[in-house]
């Protein structure tokens, strides 16, 4: 009854290889995060889609690209892998029409490229 | 655009002492939500505590307290009777209407035994 969960929990690549991470809510929410906690555990968001549409990109390079199948999942995938890529990534979720915007997190991929 | 500073990158107390973890954002709007955010080592965000920026009243969960300073804009977490499973990464952080969740860089908190 996992409430948001990715796959994997971990993965290890080689710089150049294209990866994918999956995130899939139970929660019925409308809206979904893809964040980034670097080395120094700062975690800053990369997307958000609501609905299924785009509503936030930051300044994210063009080899991250998040798709949404649906409302219920947002997968990320990551072309021509970096060092610079490795990372703890976070999927969440948020029901949107609610008062508090309250940010469901899935358990974090650790991404290591070597 | 909106900031949060944690000015703690690391805290320790003993067990069972009282902690007071500080944030301090800044933003021009007038209603908005703040959060903290607990991170353990297993890595998983977990949800402590939430305020409203239009209520007065400080939030409150078990063990867990903020004080709010709205003029101050000033959003510190205090944990109370400090168990070893309080040892984690704390996030603030701030939401304002469709806009991301900002977070600030978090404060290493270590309970000691």
């Known amino acids: 009854d996992t409430a948001v969960s990715q796959t994997p929990k971990y993965l290890v690549t080689q710089m150049g290889n294209d990866k994918s991470i999956k995130c899939e809510q139970n929660l019925g929410h409308d809206t979904m995060y893809w964040y980034k906690q670097d080395s120094k555990k700062f975690l800053k968001i990369m997307f958000s889609y609501n609905n299924k549409e785009l509503i936030i990109n930051e300044t994210v390079p063009n080899r991250f690209s998040p798709k949404s199948p649906d409302k219920a999942h947002l997968n990320l995938h990551i072309n021509s892998l970096e060092l610079g890529d490795s990372a703890v990534y976070f999927c969440?979720?948020?029901?949107?029409?609610?008062?508090?915007?309250?940010?469901?997190f899935g358990p974090g991929t650790r991404l290591t490229v070597t | 655009a909106q900031t949060v500073t944690q000015s703690q990158p690391e805290m320790s107390v003993q067990e069972a002492e009282t902690v007071t973890l500080s944030c301090t954002y800044d933003t021009s709007e007038n209603n908005y939500y703040l959060f903290w955010y607990k991170q353990p080592p297993s890595r998983q965000m977990i949800l402590v505590i939430r305020q409203e920026a239009y209520k007065q009243q400080n939030a409150t969960e078990n063990r867990f307290s903020v004080n709010f300073q709205k003029a101050a804009k000033s959003f510190s977490l205090k944990i109370s009777d400090s168990q070893l499973g309080d040892t984690a990464m704390y996030f603030c952080?701030?939401?304002?209407?469709?806009?991301?969740?900002?977070f600030g860089t978090g404060t290493r908190l270590t309970i000691i035994p």
């Open positions: 952080a701030f939401h304002f209407g469709n806009e991301k969740l900002t």
């Open positions: 969440a979720s948020s029901p949107q029409d609610s008062g508090f915007y309250e940010q469901y």
